[in-house]
């Protein structure tokens, strides 16, 4: 099994091998591999190192402060001690940031001493606190990048020998429980200290409405202390209704920190309208399969399928547990074009070629001529197409978002709508011309893919003079 992160922090890699070691005693091992890939330039695993945690670093667990060994575990040091006994320690290998050596091609790991890595501070093998790893954990390759101009990799390759025994089994489950009753612990402690305060906080309020409410019962008019009473129970409310609303907002925002939501796409109106304007077939159903990362107006519109529909549903059922960076097939896109279009949203060409099949209105069909001269050029107007018929067609179109489709030499219209495979690309079809909604990449891979044409320059705006 070969581990691999793009990541330099012993953290995420040198620690989760050593706890993989540890846990797995004697039923796997870690190889050495400094004899394969000769020419790839690597150096050895760490054997020490610090853990960071809020600006501060730890070199060992017992350093780090009560309230964050829940977060900061022991198995994200390195140990000294080892359950493992038969493997083989070589000699340590110390950590020195004044040396920026690549190591060569050659290097063999086993028949090295003291060598010097450059880790930029991570960690220094003379402090007398630090512990190094008795794990082989020099057997691992850390490709930095300024060692052969590429990028940052860790690799480990481990090997099984053998089944787990049965106490090594019931070891890791009493590990695993006592960790997760621990944080069940803290996670209780935590929501009762904040269910505490905002009970003080409550208080707080409530006593000094109460000093108002007696103040104002000395008064002689009973009819202004009711009033005053009133408007002490009123702001009590807003107060709380603000309280309640910042605490929504604060939750809202920590638990989509860094990450979109995913939303069902439900608004039926602009489904039936995306649905009519592009003739998409009943069998090809919109409804329940569209998403959106947005939560006020949806940009994008993404495509999902029945699997991960009921993922998504899922995960909504359970409290939405599953942060989604990424999902589905991007479908629709929301367009701000003033050329009078009844349609709100533009196809996306990425999901062309999965509702192509499906569409029966929009669709117009481009000489290879003209189809060539749409990739180079981006923009063209409709009197300078070379095919006059097409350039009527498109004029007689109404303005929006359409698909063109290559026709390939004398073939009839009919018998490309039966192609399941057709060269097509996304256009909007303007006021007096026709444009191209394809990335340049793209369009410069369909003039190399279908026309050969590499020496072509692919144009973002570009003067119809060109094409004449």
């Known amino acids: 099994m070969v581990y691999s992160t793009c990541s330099m922090n012993p953290v995420e890699n040198e620690a989760v091998v050593a706890e993989l070691l540890r846990r797995s005693g004697s039923s796997v091992e870690l190889l050495d591999v400094s004899t394969e890939l000769r020419e790839l330039v690597r150096r050895p695993g760490l054997g020490t190192w610090k853990v960071n945690d809020r600006g501060s670093w730890f070199q060992t667990h017992e350093d780090v402060p009560d309230s964050r060994k829940n977060v900061i575990l022991p198995s994200m040091f390195p140990s000294s001690t080892s359950i493992h006994e038969s493997h083989k320690v070589y000699n340590s290998f110390d950590v020195n940031s004044e040396y920026n050596v690549p190591f060569s091609r050659n290097f063999n790991i086993e028949d090295t001493n003291n060598v010097n890595c450059d880790t930029g501070g991570i960690s220094s093998s003379n402090s007398a606190q630090s512990l190094d790893s008795k794990f082989p954990l020099h057997r691992c390759m850390r490709i930095v990048p300024h060692d052969q101009d590429g990028g940052a990799f860790f690799i480990a390759v481990i090997h099984k020998l053998s089944l787990l025994n049965?106490?090594?089994?019931?070891k890791v489950r009493k590990t695993e429980n006592l960790l997760s009753k621990n944080r069940t612990v803290k996670l209780q402690e935590q929501c009762q200290h904040r269910i505490v305060s905002e009970v003080l906080d409550d208080n707080k309020l409530l006593d000094e409405q109460t000093k108002l409410s007696v103040a104002n019962q000395t008064s002689k008019d009973d009819n202004l202390t009711e009033v005053k009473m009133a408007s002490d129970v009123e702001y009590s409310q807003t107060e709380s209704g603000d309280r309640s609303r910042r605490m929504d907002k604060l939750d809202y925002?920590?638990?989509?920190?860094g990450i979109d939501p995913v939303l069902f796409f439900k608004d039926e109106a602009v489904i039936k309208n995306i649905v009519s304007f592009f003739g998409i077939e009943e069998s090809f159903s919109l409804e329940g399969h569209l998403v959106t990362r947005s939560t006020d107006n949806a940009r994008r519109i993404y495509y999902v399928s029945k699997a991960v529909q009921d993922i998504l549903e899922l995960n909504i059922q359970v409290g939405e547990q599953i942060k989604i960076a990424s999902l589905g097939v991007k479908m629709f896109e929301r367009h701000r074009s003033k050329d009078g279009c009844s349609c709100a949203y533009r196809?996306?060409?990425?999901?062309?070629?999965?509702?192509?099949?499906?569409?029966?209105k929009r669709i117009l069909h481009a000489s290879p001529v003209d189809f060539q001269h749409l990739l180079q050029y981006r923009t063209i107007n409709f009197a300078r197409f070379a095919d006059a018929r097409f350039g009527e067609e498109a004029a007689s179109m109404m303005p929006g978002c359409c698909v063109v489709v290559l026709r390939e030499g004398y073939q009839i219209a009919d018998s490309i709508a039966s192609d399941p495979s057709p060269i097509a690309i996304v256009c909007w079809r303007g006021r007096a011309t026709m444009n191209v909604l394809v990335s340049p990449a793209d369009?410069?891979?369909?003039?190399?893919?279908?026309?050969?044409?590499?020496?072509?320059?692919?144009?973002?705006?570009?003067?119809?003079k060109n094409i004449d």
């Open 347 to 360: 196809l996306s060409y990425e999901g062309l070629s999965l509702l192509f099949p499906y569409m029966r």
């Open 443 to 464: 369009r410069k891979e369909l003039l190399e893919y279908r026309f050969g044409i590499k020496a072509f320059k692919v144009e973002d705006e570009k003067s119809n």
């Open 253 to 257: 925002q920590h638990k989509w920190k």
């Open 166 to 170: 049965e106490n090594q089994v019931i």
